[in-house]
């Protein structure tokens, strides 16, 4: 069985710590490091080329690189590594921003290691994963997407004395 390497990035060194050892306990994951801050995530990626790492937790509230800033400059350079959101935090905001970069899990920390495994495999499989907790801002998130795409779709049609 192929395990799923993983990172784990949160500036609170005992969840950083919780996380790695509850995970190690699964057979299929296999935590490579765990850091305290999204610089020193990327400097491990980059140095690292960012591969056989399948998936980050990436904590969303961190000082200095919020989640959302280190999700944008993962996502840009290492697309296929699957981000999952973990947060104890639930705004619309940071739910909106995150799937506006391409976050591929959003999960309240609120949840037990078998469920967190079983989530971890899911996103890894490609499948997008959010606690009920947010669905709701995902949803009102899809209508917003569809009706922005609709206005910009619009706005291709015009011509250019419409656009002035």
């Not at 996380?19 to 999204?38: H, M, P, R």
């Not at 790492?53 to 400059?73: A, S, W």
């Amino acid at each position: 069985m192929e395990k799923i390497s993983i990172l784990v990035v949160d500036d609170e060194a005992i969840i950083r710590n919780i996380l790695a050892k509850g995970l190690s306990e699964y057979e299929d994951l296999d935590v490579i490091e765990a850091f305290s801050c999204g610089k020193d995530a990327l400097d491990f990626l980059e140095k690292n080329e960012g591969d056989d790492i399948n998936v980050i937790l990436l904590d969303l509230m961190m000082p200095g690189e919020n989640g959302i800033e280190v999700l944008k400059k993962i996502k840009g350079l290492y697309p296929d590594i699957k981000i999952i959101m973990l947060t104890s935090t639930i705004k619309s905001k940071y739910i909106m921003e995150s799937l506006d970069n391409d976050v591929d899990g959003y999960i309240y920390k609120d949840i037990d290691f078998h469920t967190l495994a079983s989530k971890i495999r899911l996103v890894n499989s490609g499948i997008f994963y959010s606690d009920e907790i947010i669905n709701e801002d995902i949803e009102k998130y899809k209508v917003y997407s569809s009706k922005k795409k609709k206005l910009m779709e619009s706005f291709q049609t015009l011509t250019k004395r419409e656009l002035e």
